[in-house]
């Protein structure tokens, strides 16, 4: 069955340092989606997109993010300055059509911890 | 205000159970979906239930969802150890098309 897959696992970078998170949505999905969760706490949408750009995006979603689809396959999640705040887990998903009728999945999820 | 509220936040049974979950949420929805999230994992998909449907199954899982109460209940039969994780509800929000709109969860543990 195919599934969104994410890599890192986990990233561990120093504060004001720039990451960048992978994904690779399901090949015939057309939207794609970032979202976070802190440790403890629930999970948060932070960003839609597409037709390569983005649809909706959420206030935690602030210039220091960015997505990309730099190709065919992949989407990407960019933090230009990490601060203590970003650390937590982040998520990518992906569906066929928009989210207000269809299933969202999720791949397995990259760990950032910002020290 | 939180959309999606699950209750109870934590729940442990025995094996053979069964476990119900509830969510409450505050919007007006087009539908509604129930993930599952093993410790320090991924979100799993298991059922997503619309807002024109009252009831769904899949497997050991019956979701119902009351729109004139917003709440939803995700009832797990003859539960298993490997049921154990957290369960989400999560809504997809009239406005706001794209997003979904994740609860607390609830920590299910199901004791052999």
């Known amino acids: 069955e195919p599934e969104v897959t994410q890599t890192p696992s986990h990233q561990v970078t120093q504060m004001g340092q720039e990451v960048i998170l992978r994904c690779v949505p399901i090949?015939?999905?057309?939207?794609f989606y970032w979202y976070r969760q802190i440790l403890g706490q629930k999970v948060e949408f932070l960003v839609s997109?597409?037709?390569?750009?983005?649809?909706?995006k959420s206030e935690i979603f602030d210039d220091q993010f960015s997505v990309e689809r730099p190709d065919g396959s992949n989407f990407t999640l960019k933090i230009r300055s990490t601060k203590l705040e970003d650390s937590a887990m982040y998520f990518c998903?992906?569906?066929?059509?928009?989210?207000?009728?269809?299933?969202?999945?999720f791949g397995p999820g990259t760990r950032l911890t910002v020290l | 205000s939180q959309q999606g509220e699950e209750d109870p936040q934590a729940l442990s049974i025995q094996e053979g159970e069964n476990a119900t979950m509830n969510c409450s949420y505050k919007?007006?929805?087009?539908?509604l979906q129930w993930y599952r999230q093993n410790s320090g994992r991924g979100l799993v998909h298991l059922i997503l239930?619309?807002?024109?449907?009252r009831e769904k199954h899949s497997g050991r899982l019956r979701v119902t969802l009351d729109t004139s109460k917003k709440s939803s209940s995700l009832l797990i039969t003859a539960s298993r150890a490997a049921d154990t994780a957290s369960y989400f509800c999560?809504?997809?929000?009239?406005?706001?098309?794209?997003?979904?709109?994740f609860g607390q969860g609830t920590r299910l543990t199901i004791n052999p």
């Open positions: 919007t007006s929805i087009n539908n």
């Open positions: 998903a992906s569906s066929v059509r928009g989210g207000q009728t269809d299933t969202q999945y």
């Open positions: 999560a809504t997809a929000p009239i406005q706001g098309a794209q997003k979904l709109v």
């Open positions: 997109f597409y037709n390569n750009e983005i649809s909706e």
């Open positions: 090949s015939n999905h057309l939207y």
């Open positions: 239930i619309r807002s024109n449907e």
